[in-house]
């Protein structure tokens, strides 16, 4: 379970003074005693800190990063997902070179229309080699012929840890994923519903260093 925002000022507190009395922890937030009594428990129990009588409260040596650790399992893929760019199935792969170029991304997501279900994805690498091919014109070629289609793609679940998305990007060496939810009807189809990056990631990182993670459970 993730700590709360007053639970880690505590856990700081005790971190920089301790031992020390759960009175002086309550002035320095300026709270009761007995308004920390449930948040105290939590990080006894949690391992976080000790207590003693007459002593006070103690930091166990649990460090900063066991504490990110727990912060980070508890953000899912679809607090950090972003919007898809994306382009219908029946466009031309030099459509594909537009909207990359007006959107400013290296990967767009192949869709069906109406309903946008995932059929597939292209990437710069994709288009450039496209284009390299002698007597090649972008403006006449089915996308279809330089994606990469559904069945090869590696995709997000929004519920799953945003960590676990994040090591699937590193093993398979790739920028983004596509976060999907399966069609009830067909769970071989897929509603696609957004993307994670490797922008996506590097965002929460640094928001979870300036002591924003957060604004993720709120």
């Not at 000022?9 to 003074?17: F, L, M, P, S």
């Not at 300026?30 to 308004?35: D, H």
């Not at 922008?199 to 928001?207: G, S």
Request: glycine letters at 8%; a negative charge.
């Amino acid at each position: 379970m993730p700590l709360s925002e007053r639970q880690k000022k505590i856990a700081e507190i005790v971190r920089q003074t301790g031992p020390v009395a759960g009175e002086t922890i309550a002035r320095e937030l300026g709270l009761s005693r007995a308004a920390l009594r449930s948040d105290l428990a939590i990080l006894t129990m949690s391992g976080i800190l000790d207590a003693r009588p007459r002593v006070g409260y103690f930091y166990t040596g649990k460090n900063t990063l066991g504490m990110l650790q727990e912060e980070l399992s508890s953000i899912t893929v679809e607090d950090i997902k972003s919007v898809p760019i994306v382009i219908g199935s029946d466009k031309s792969a030099y459509d594909a070179v537009l909207t990359m170029f007006l959107e400013d991304v290296g990967t767009v997501f192949v869709v069906e229309p109406p309903d946008g279900l995932l059929y597939g994805v292209v990437s710069r690498k994709d288009l450039l080699k496209a284009a390299l091919n002698a007597g090649s014109d972008l403006s006449h070629m089915p996308i279809a012929m330089v994606m990469t289609p559904l069945s090869k793609m590696i995709c997000a679940d929004p519920e799953e840890p945003a960590a676990q998305a994040a090591r699937r990007l590193m093993d398979h060496e790739i920028d983004c994923l596509p976060v999907v939810r399966k069609v009830e009807e067909d769970p071989k189809r897929l509603q696609l519903i957004g993307r994670v990056s490797k922008t996506n990631f590097t965002r929460l990182l640094v928001e979870l260093a300036e002591g924003k993670g957060g604004n993720y459970h709120s």
